[in-house]
């Protein structure tokens, strides 16, 4: 008997219990985590984008009947709302930050760094079976002692790294490898599903370098992923029902919506990697060209593009796309609008700039045999 599936079953992101990369801190005061998580936030915010989960003590707050958003021209946003802590819309809520630390003693963490304070043992102890992934730990000061019920449960834990509460350098260096541990490895995607309605002919069998286009690009993208991870994955993406021979493909999930969509089915087939996104009809990107793309990324935005040094916008098709897109994607899709630009330029994007003849489209038969001519020369 063949079991029925209620919902269609997707490939999800990694994801803890709030976020895709939390770390909760734990074994201390309110005051001396919030203090300390501040800190670290300070050092890292030129790498990283983090955020802050803790809970009020405020025994007298309650639901306010009206949400406020008071922004200031700073950037500053601050928001008083009605809202219940929920797994899931958290993960929605924090799906821009390379980090989320959390108040350990209030929330749990898939992740944890343990404080040892004399004055929390209690704390400690109660807390024991949320301590099952310790990444290090943190004296309070240096006559500080394991706990006897640590080292019982946890017989290696003197093996970690530990460091004194004022050694900030020393713990935000540990925590930036820890978010560089998490950082998406980035998957290829050539853009070879579009119609050629100007062209005439499928631009990804265009010959500007003795083979069809899309396979010049898949080979030159294999070839330059090796360096930048361990699994090489460079898929080809097509509309339904187009058949190549290549059979690292991704169909087109999203009908009808063009270079838009076909990003957005590449994260639907893997949304725990960061897409490079390159179209069949910019001949001029080479080697050096996309080596530049993948040295330039910036992780804590929410793409790295090319840009053209005369030209307004960046270029949503030359471009690395982070996981953290994938959600503004679809929510610039349910407002009506499908222009992977409009995203980019709406967004905190990485910009590259370069000279725009190397990321031309050529669109039209002309454009093409000027454009064999001059990769000739």
Request: proline letters at 4%; one cysteine or more.
């Amino acid at each position: 008997m063949v079991k029925h599936q209620k919902h269609t079953k997707l490939i999800r992101r990694n994801y803890g219990n709030y976020a895709f990369n939390e770390i909760s801190f734990l074994g201390a005061k309110c005051s001396t985590i919030t203090d300390l998580i501040r800190k670290i936030a300070g050092k890292q915010q030129k790498t990283a984008k983090i955020a802050y989960l803790d809970a009020s003590h405020n025994s007298e707050m309650t639901a306010p009947i009206l949400d406020t958003f008071t922004f200031h021209h700073s950037g500053n946003l601050a928001l008083n709302s009605e809202m219940i802590l929920n797994s899931n819309n958290s993960r929605i809520q924090f799906s821009q930050y390379d980090l989320v630390c959390i108040n350990g003693n209030h929330y749990r963490g898939e992740k944890q760094v343990l404080i040892l304070d004399n004055e929390k043992e209690a704390s400690v102890l109660k807390r024991l079976d949320e301590l099952d992934n310790i990444q290090f730990v943190i004296k309070m000061d240096e006559d500080v002692e394991y706990f006897d019920f640590l080292t019982e449960k946890h017989p290696a834990i003197k093996n970690l790294n530990c460091y004194l509460i004022d050694e900030m350098d020393k713990i935000s260096k540990h925590i930036g490898r820890l978010i560089q541990e998490e950082t998406p490895s980035i998957q290829g995607l050539i853009l070879a599903g579009g119609k050629s309605t100007r062209m005439g002919i499928d631009k990804g069998l265009l010959n500007y370098h003795g083979v069809p286009q899309r396979d010049y690009l898949y080979k030159q993208l294999n070839a330059i992923f090796v360096p930048f991870q361990e699994e090489k994955g460079v898929y080809i993406s097509v509309r339904e029902h187009q058949e190549i021979a290549n059979k690292n493909t991704i169909s087109d999930c999203f009908i009808g919506l063009g270079p838009f969509g076909a990003i957005c089915s590449a994260f639907q087939e893997n949304p725990n990697s960061a897409w490079l996104v390159i179209a069949t009809d910019v001949p001029f990107v080479d080697k050096n060209l996309i080596r530049l793309l993948l040295e330039k990324r910036n992780p804590k935005k929410i793409a790295t593009a090319l840009k053209g040094k005369d030209n307004k916008f960046p270029e949503p098709l030359i471009a690395i796309w982070e996981p953290k897109a994938y959600p503004i994607l679809l929510n610039y899709l349910a407002q009506g609008y499908s222009c992977p630009r409009k995203v980019l330029i709406n967004s905190d994007v990485e910009i590259v700039e370069v000279d725009e003849h190397f990321i031309q489209n050529i669109n039209t038969p002309s454009e093409y045999e000027k454009a064999k001519r001059e990769l000739k020369k």
